[in-house]
C-alpha cells in the first residue's frame, strides 16, 4: 500500500519535472520498472507494502538508486537496492510478481500506451534537488527517441553506443535545440568523444561543423571522425585561408589556431562547434576564451570532464560560452549562486542544481556501473609539436645517410634508431638535453598532464607507465612542478624492500595520487588496486606486455571499472607499433628484441618507409 499523500513541486521551464502525488490506499505489487533516463536502463525494485524491499535476483547488475517512494511522513527520496536492465530486455524478462510499471513500460516500448497512462512508479526519478520527479511524458520521450536514435545511427556510426551513450546524443540533440547549447561533464573514459561524433552525424545536413580542442588531440578527432563517422569527411585547420567546406564537413582545429586565427573561423556560420577539454575556456578574459564566443554556430556544445576545477566561475564560463541567454551576466551568477554557497546556503545549492539540469549532463562511473566493461581502453593519438616533428625527421635523415650495415651491426643501429625516435616521441628533451622547461614540447606529455589534471581535481588515483627511466622521472619532475604532487617511481633500480615499501605507500588511503612505474619492473606480482585509472605512456612491441602492467590495477579486490589510456604519437614509429596491435600480429611470446629484429629483417627502403613521418592525418 502506498501511505504517502504529496511531493510538491513547480514545473520545470522544460517540463522535466512534475508535481507527483502517491495516493492512498493503492495497493503496490511486489515488482516495479522505474526508467532511468540519464542511463537509458529501467531499475527493477521490489515494495513490501511500507518499504522497497530487495531487488528481484538473476535479472542484472545490482545497483543503490534513488527513488521517489511513500514514507512516513510523505513522499521521500530513498536509495533502493535495484537489478537494471536494458530496454530491449525489459520485455522479455522473467519476473514472478510484474507489477502495473512493468505492465505500463512493456505496453510502451511497443507502442501501445501514452504518457498519462504511467503509473507514478514508472517514472518515480527525483530531480536533482530532490523536490519533484521526472514527468511521465518526458520519460517516455526520452525512452522512444533514444530507441528510435540508435536505430538511426545503426547505418552511419561505426560503435557499439551503451545505453547511457545512446541517450547522451539524444540528450545532445534535445538540449541543443532547446537551448542552443550543452555541456555534456562525463566522468574521462566514459566516451564523450563517440557521443558527440554521433552528435555531429546527426546533423551532418545542417551544414558545416567545428571541433576545438588541444593541438596535441587534432589528429586524434580527425581519426576518431574517419573511424567512427566514414561518412563525414574531417579536415585539420592549423591557420591560413578556411578550405573548402560543405555539409559534412568538420573543420578539427587546436585552441592555440582558434585564438590566433579566430577571425576566419568567426566569419563562418557552422551549425554546430563543439569545444574538447572545454576547461581551457574557465577564464572568460583570455584570448581564446574571447575568441571561442566569437564563433557563430546555432549550436554550441562543451565536453568536459571538470567542469569546476577551482571555483564557480569557472562554471560560469562554460556557460556563458553554450547557453548565454541563459547566464549572461557574471555578477547575477556570483550572487545568485557563488556568494552563498561559499556562505553554506544549502538553498543555494539546489537552486545550482535546478539550473544546471536543464543544460549540463554529468554521469561518473559508479553512475553507469552496470552499463561498463571491467575495463574501458581508450587510445588517443597525441599530435607531435613543431619541435617534435622537426628532430625526428632530423634524427631519421642522419640515419639515412649513415646506413643502417649489416649483420649483428644492423640490428644494434635499428635498436639505437629507434630508441632515438620513440624518445622523440616522449619528449624531445630527452634527446636534446634542453629540459629546462617541459610544458608546450610534447603532445603527447601535453595530454598526459591534462590527464592526470583531470584525475587529480576528480580524486582519481592513477598509475602511469613508461618503458624508460629518464621519461619516468621527467613525468616525476612535471607532477612536483606542475601540480605540487610527490609522485614515487617504481622501476629496477629500486631495492626489493624499497619496492614493497612504495607499493604499501600508494594502496593506503592516503597514498600519493600518481605511481609512476617501469614497465618492465611493474609487469608481474603487483597488486595496486587503489587506482582504477591506468596510462600508457609509450608503446610496447608485445600487447601482452601492456595488458599484464594495466592488470596491476584490473585484479582481485578491485571494485570500480578500471580505465586504460594508451598514448601514441600520430604519423611515428609508434603508429606502427599501435597497428601491430590492431592486427594481433605480435606474437604472446614476443621476446624484448624480437619486434626490433623483425624491423632489422627489412630492406632499408622498407625500414625507413615504416620510420618516417606520415603527414596525412
Given at each position: ?93 522473467e519476473l514472478s510478481e ?127 571522425i574517419e573511424r567512427f ?55 572568460p578574459r583570455t584570448q ?330
Amino acid at each position: 500500500m502506498y501511505h504517502g499523500s504529496a511531493l510538491c513541486a513547480v514545473p520545470g521551464k522544460s517540463g522535466t519535472t512534475v508535481v507527483c502525488r502517491y495516493d492512498r490506499g493503492v495497493a503496490l505489487p511486489a515488482v516495479h520498472a522505474t526508467y532511468l533516463p540519464d542511463r537509458h536502463q529501467f531499475a527493477l525494485w521490489t515494495w513490501t507494502g511500507r518499504e522497497p524491499g530487495s531487488a528481484p535476483r538473476g535479472l542484472g547488475e545490482l545497483e543503490t538508486v534513488p527513488v521517489a517512494v511513500p514514507g512516513e511522513g510523505g513522499i521521500a527520496v530513498t536509495e533502493v537496492e535495484c537489478a537494471l536492465v536494458d530496454p530491449e530486455r525489459l520485455p522479455v524478462v522473467e519476473l514472478s510478481e510484474p507489477g502495473v510499471s512493468v505492465a505500463a513500460w512493456r505496453a510502451a516500448l511497443s507502442g501501445e500506451i501514452a504518457a498519462s497512462e504511467l503509473p507514478a512508479a514508472a517514472h518515480a526519478v527525483p530531480n536533482a534537488a530532490g523536490n519533484a520527479i521526472v514527468s511521465g511524458d518526458r520519460a517516455l520521450r526520452v525512452l522512444r527517441d533514444t530507441v528510435a536514435l540508435s536505430g538511426e545511427l545503426r547505418a552511419g556510426l561505426k560503435a557499439e553506443l551503451r545505453s547511457y551513450q545512446a541517450r547522451g546524443i539524444t540528450w545532445l540533440r534535445e538540449t541543443g535545440a532547446a537551448h542552443g547549447g550543452a555541456v555534456l561533464a562525463d566522468e574521462m573514459g566514459l566516451g564523450k568523444t563517440v557521443q558527440a561524433i554521433g552528435y555531429l552525424l546527426g546533423r551532418a545536413g545542417e551544414g558545416p561543423q567545428l571541433v576545438v580542442c588541444p593541438t596535441s588531440l587534432v589528429g586524434n578527432w580527425a581519426h576518431e571522425i574517419e573511424r567512427f563517422a566514414p561518412g563525414l569527411r574531417p579536415v585539420t585547420w592549423r591557420g591560413g585561408e578556411l578550405p573548402e567546406i560543405a555539409d559534412g564537413t568538420i573543420v578539427v582545429t587546436g585552441y592555440p589556431t582558434l585564438r590566433g586565427h579566430g577571425a576566419a573561423l568567426a566569419g563562418q556560420r557552422w551549425a554546430s562547434a563543439v569545444f574538447d577539454e572545454a576547461q581551457v575556456l574557465k577564464n572568460p578574459r583570455t584570448q581564446v576564451a574571447k575568441a571561442a564566443r566569437a564563433i557563430t554556430a546555432d549550436v554550441r556544445i562543451a565536453l568536459t570532464g571538470t567542469p569546476v576545477e577551482n571555483h564557480l566561475d569557472e562554471l560560469w564560463a562554460l556557460l556563458n560560452l553554450t547557453v548565454p541567454q541563459a547566464f549572461t551576466h557574471k555578477a547575477q551568477f556570483r550572487r545568485r549562486f557563488v556568494r552563498p554557497i561559499h556562505e553554506g546556503s544549502a538553498a543555494a545549492v539546489v537552486r545550482l542544481r535546478d539550473a544546471l539540469e536543464l543544460v549540463v549532463l554529468a554521469r561518473r562511473k559508479a553512475d553507469v556501473a552496470s552499463t561498463l566493461p571491467p575495463k574501458i581502453h581508450s587510445d588517443l593519438i597525441c599530435d607531435l609539436t613543431a619541435e617534435q616533428e622537426r628532430l625526428y625527421d632530423q634524427l631519421l635523415a642522419r640515419a639515412e645517410e649513415a646506413g643502417f650495415g649489416s649483420g649483428a651491426e644492423r640490428h644494434t643501429r635499428v635498436l639505437a634508431v629507434l630508441t632515438e625516435l620513440k624518445q622523440v616521441c616522449n619528449h624531445p628533451g630527452l634527446i636534446t638535453g634542453e629540459l629546462d622547461e617541459l610544458s608546450g614540447r610534447s603532445g603527447k606529455f601535453d595530454v598526459c598532464t591534462d590527464i592526470l589534471a583531470n584525475n587529480l581535481d576528480t580524486g582519481s588515483p592513477t598509475l602511469v607507465f613508461t618503458q624508460y627511466r629518464r621519461t619516468g622521472e621527467l613525468l616525476v619532475r612535471q607532477c612536483a612542478e606542475q601540480f605540487g604532487v610527490t609522485a614515487p617511481f617504481f622501476h629496477g633500480g629500486l631495492k626489493q624492500s624499497e619496492r614493497s615499501e612504495l607499493v604499501r605507500r600508494f594502496q593506503s588511503p592516503d597514498g600519493p595520487p600518481i605511481l609512476v612505474l617501469s614497465l618492465k619492473a611493474a609487469g608481474t606480482g603487483l597488486t595496486l588496486t587503489r587506482a582504477a585509472d591506468v596510462v600508457h605512456f609509450d608503446r610496447w612491441w608485445n600487447p601482452a606486455v601492456e595488458a599484464q602492467t594495466s592488470d596491476r590495477a584490473h585484479r582481485i579486490g578491485q571494485t570500480r571499472t578500471v580505465t586504460v589510456t594508451t598514448l601514441t604519437s600520430g604519423t611515428t614509429i609508434e603508429e606502427h607499433i599501435a597497428g601491430m596491435h590492431d592486427r594481433k600480429s605480435a606474437l604472446t611470446d614476443l621476446t624484448d628484441t624480437s619486434g626490433i629484429a623483425t624491423l632489422a629483417r627489412l630492406d632499408d627502403d622498407r625500414l625507413l618507409d615504416l620510420l618516417r613521418r606520415k603527414r596525412g592525418n
